[in-house]
């Protein structure tokens, strides 16, 4: 069974352009869930998707949107970059109830700002 | 306000021996924990969970312990392998009256293991 796909793999980009990663989760998972590491502020949350409908969000300015497929598949959109968005951007899926509840995740898209 | 706590940056174990990472939260509304293991510039690999509900749960060489009254959980790894090496993140999940899969994560523990 395919895991967690995150493409690209490794992205730079220009301070003030927005930028696009995709996540395809596995198979018959619903729920897709973004996460922004960076070496201050660990791993936090940016916000879930499940059955195309944002279910929750973490306290990141409107700048970081996401939006999920009829297939799952989920994109996060970053507009207007700031040098402080480099991080490595992670995405989970996972089955989308309480049990079970465990997030599988990607490899994750090194964002870099310059 | 870090509601999921990781108090030892750094833990170092010889192989064979146990390993026991220590987790804290201060939320009471989390009702599901999880443990993650990771390697520099990878997403991070579940290892086990536990529900609120239970105070232990084991997989293999992998026991979580959940203190509810001490908020407080810890992953035990008997026998520790050079393998296990790696950054161990502890997580928790929020109980909004509805399923969600949203992690809050400690800080990570880094683990060494010594052969």
């Known amino acids: 069974k395919a895991g967690v796909t995150q493409t690209p793999r490794y992205l730079i980009k220009t301070r003030g352009q927005q930028v696009t990663l995709s996540c395809s989760p596995i198979s018959g998972h619903r729920s897709v869930s973004w996460y922004q590491q960076t070496p201050g502020q660990g791993l936090q949350f940016l916000f879930e998707?499940?059955?195309?409908?944002?279910?929750n969000k973490g306290n990141f300015p409107g700048r970081f949107s996401g939006r999920q497929f009829s297939n799952s598949r989920s994109e996060m959109n970053v507009s207007t970059l700031e040098l402080g968005d480099s991080a490595l951007y992670l995405c989970a899926s996972s089955l989308g109830g309480k049990e079970g509840t465990e997030a599988f995740f990607g490899q994750g898209t090194r964002l870099t700002v310059v | 306000d870090q509601q999921v706590k990781q108090n030892s940056p750094s833990l170092s174990v010889q192989e064979g021996r146990i390993s026991i990472l220590n987790c804290d939260y201060t939320?009471?509304?989390?009702?599901?924990f999880l443990w993650y293991k990771k390697y520099p510039a990878e997403g991070p690999t579940f290892l086990i969970s536990?529900?609120?509900?239970?105070d232990k749960n084991e997989d293999g060489r992998f026991t979580v312990f959940l203190n509810k009254s001490a908020k407080h959980l810890s992953l035990h790894i008997v026998p520790s392998q050079p393998g296990d090496s790696a950054v161990y993140f502890c997580?928790?999940?929020?109980?909004?009256?509805?399923?969600?899969?949203?992690?809050?994560f400690g800080t990570g523990t880094l683990l060494a293991v010594q052969p």
């Open positions: 998707y499940f059955s195309e409908t944002q279910r």
């Open positions: 536990i529900s609120s509900i239970k």
């Open positions: 939320n009471s509304m989390f009702d599901y």
């Open positions: 997580a928790a999940s929020p109980y909004y009256g509805g399923a969600t899969n949203k992690l809050i």
